[in-house]
């Protein structure tokens, strides 16, 4: 098993025919993206999406004659994701005087531990939208009371959906 954006390499054997052996992927199979099997039976690479990825690979000896022969064997591969951490600093200033439909604006911003993109980028809500709501990184006051803001970071084939932090702020 490997993790996507890891180094991977395994070295598959064969035995019972002729030496030496050449190896190939079965049809039907996939490999998973980033990783290729040589000849030589070398699975290697670095594996760019999480999941699990059944493939068959066949090898052949070298024998003459009535040969060469084949044999098939199954393998599934499981790629982990990357996890992604969020971290949600204090906010300053910590309170806000209530205006009616004030604003403010989410500061500091969320960090992520693996690089926000346009596919992961991380999003802003409202825990409590009674007292405040958030649009992008801005804060509208609704009501007095402790606004918590939400930050989550979604994710992709690659990695793990971030767990969700808040932090509160309050509007007397």
């Known amino acids: 098993n490997g993790t996507v954006a890891s180094a ?3 070295t598959l054997t064969a ?3 002729t030496a030496s052996y050449s190896f190939a992927l079965s049809p039907g199979g996939a ?3 980033g990783l290729s099997l040589s000849a030589a039976g070398v699975l290697s ?13 066949t090898a052949t000896d070298s024998s003459t ?3 060469p022969y084949t044999g098939t064997q199954a393998y599934t591969v499981t790629v982990a994701k990357v996890p992604q951490t969020l971290t949600f ?9 209530f205006v009616n439909g004030g604003t403010f604006a989410v500061n500091p911003v969320a960090t992520s531990d693996s690089p926000a993109n346009p596919a992961r980028p991380i999003a802003y809500s409202s825990s409590t939208p009674a007292v405040c709501t958030v649009a992008g990184t801005t804060v509208t006051m609704v009501t007095s009371g ?5 930050a989550d970071q979604v994710g992709d084939a690659g990695y793990d959906a971030a767990a969700q932090v808040t932090q509160t702020v309050a509007i007397d």
């Open 65 to 67: 004659g009535s040969g």
């Open 146 to 150: 402790a606004c918590t803001i939400a």
């Open 31 to 33: 490999l998973p993206n």
């Open 15 to 17: 035995s019972g025919g």
């Open 89 to 97: 600093p204090a906010q300053s200033p910590a309170s806000h005087g």
């Open 45 to 57: 690479g670095t594996p760019t999406t999480g999941g699990s990825f059944n493939f068959s690979v």
């Open 8 to 10: 991977y390499s395994q």
